[in-house]
């Protein structure tokens, strides 16, 4: 006569770190997350902060247009401190020397050192190529500024596996323990959702009847005012994204990644000349599909990332290594059997939050593209 048997299974009663097999699946899957991945540096608060700088530019813009007689010029508000008297600035084929600095007036001699003056128009970009001093001068002027402050809030993350105590006691061909399985299915389906959060996650604060979410890409970009182009229907073309890393590069940024969907890829492999690199890798994920040359003399060149969650409608230009999730709680799972229940049962749970470091100086979005190719 057999045995009475009690089924069990092997990790019941027991709570499971998943934070190893939720690494895997990430560095497997072909989006944005499988690209940056989860920090190792951890959270300890559920509103976290961070702090950003960036570098003084060395480009200012003319504010009110001046003819090439002009001697006392008008730049964008805010500009003026960039500048120095004995300043070279150069604009086109005219070079000029600041004399004087009064606010955001310049005064300056025109056609310095033999070239020829010309019209400004207003919006006229203005360089600072050189900030020459004399001999024996005294102390310079700070041009320190403070670093800003910037925040986001944790985002809790959860799933429910549960399996009946037959469907457990069937043997299924190449799953050895279904409730495992069911788990791991449950893993994948985070690591989407976690990907979600990357490019469209809000921030907001936690309140009575209200978790707290954690502000994504899209979100920092738009709240802190980066780089937009509106292509209003059209194809992306070459010069659509040099403009825009040209103008992350003003800001004092450097595009290295081109964040899209499917149909952003193909328009951009259209364009089919020495701006795109095909770079064979041995990465069994395929992040990495193809390289964009910016025409920028020295300037830089971004891996296209092609990301099915991403918007049809958009394309993100950014440096990735502003963006990081980072754990509170890494990803864990416990048992959730009921007493007298006929089934087995594991809830999974963690909370992760999201830092975007200079949203406005080094994201840029292409917005309103074509959402098919022709």
């Keep these: 006569m057999g045995q009475p048997m009690n089924f069990t299974y092997d990790f019941k009663d027991q709570v499971r770190d998943l934070s190893a097999g939720i690494d895997l699946i990430i560095s497997d899957s072909p989006t944005l997350l499988g ?10 608060q559920t509103k976290f902060e961070w702090m950003s700088d960036n570098l ?45 600095v009064n606010g955001d007036t310049i005064t300056v001699i025109r056609g ?61 061909y190449n799953v050895s323990n279904e409730l495992n399985y069911q788990v791991e299915l449950r893993m994948k389906e985070l690591a989407r959702e976690m990907n979600d959060w990357l490019i469209y996650g809000r921030r907001i604060e ?14 920092f970009a738009d709240k802190k005012g980066a780089a937009k182009k509106n292509l209003n229907g059209a194809e992306v073309g070459a010069k659509d994204l040099n403009a825009l890393m040209e103008e992350v590069y003003l800001r004092g940024g450097n595009v290295n990644t081109i ?31 193809s390289t964009f040359v910016s025409d920028i ?49 594991r809830q999974i749970r963690g909370e992760y939050g999201i830092k975007v470091k200079n949203a406005k100086e080094k994201v840029a979005i292409l917005e309103n593209i074509s959402t098919t190719v022709s």
Excluded at 35 to 44: K, M, N
Excluded at 206 to 219: C, D, E, H, N, R
Excluded at 266 to 274: F, H, N, P, T, V
Excluded at 320 to 338: P, Q
């Design 297 to 345: 003399t020295g300037g830089s060149e971004a891996v296209i990332v092609v990301d099915p969650n991403m918007p049809k409608n958009k394309m993100v230009l950014f440096d990735r290594n502003i963006l990081s999730m980072h754990a509170l709680r890494s990803l864990y799972d416990v048992s959730a059997d009921v007493p007298g229940a006929d089934f087995v049962a």
């Design 259 to 289: 964040l899209t969907n499917t149909a952003g890829a193909r328009q951009i492999s259209k364009l089919a000349s020495d701006t795109i690199r095909t770079v064979q890798t041995d990465e069994r994920t395929g992040h990495r599909i």
């Design 112 to 172: 310095f050192d033999g070239t020829t003056a010309a019209d400004l128009a207003a919006g006229a970009e203005l360089r600072i190529v050189a900030r020459p001093q004399l001999q024996g001068a005294g102390p310079g002027q700070d041009e320190g500024h403070d670093r800003y402050t910037d925040y986001n809030y944790t985002q809790i993350i959860e799933r429910y596996a549960a399996v009946s105590n037959t469907q457990m006691a069937v043997k299924t």
């Design 35 to 44: 690209l940056v991945g989860l920090s190792g540096e951890p959270l300890t």
């Design 206 to 219: 936690a309140s009575k009847g209200t978790p707290s979410t954690t502000g994504g890409l899209l979100y």
């Design 56 to 100: 003084n530019s060395n480009r200012a813009n003319v504010k009110t247009a001046a003819t090439a007689a002009t001697t006392d010029i008008v730049v964008n508000d805010g500009d003026g401190e960039k500048f120095r008297v004995n300043a070279i600035v150069v604009s086109g084929e005219e070079y000029m020397k600041v004399t004087a």
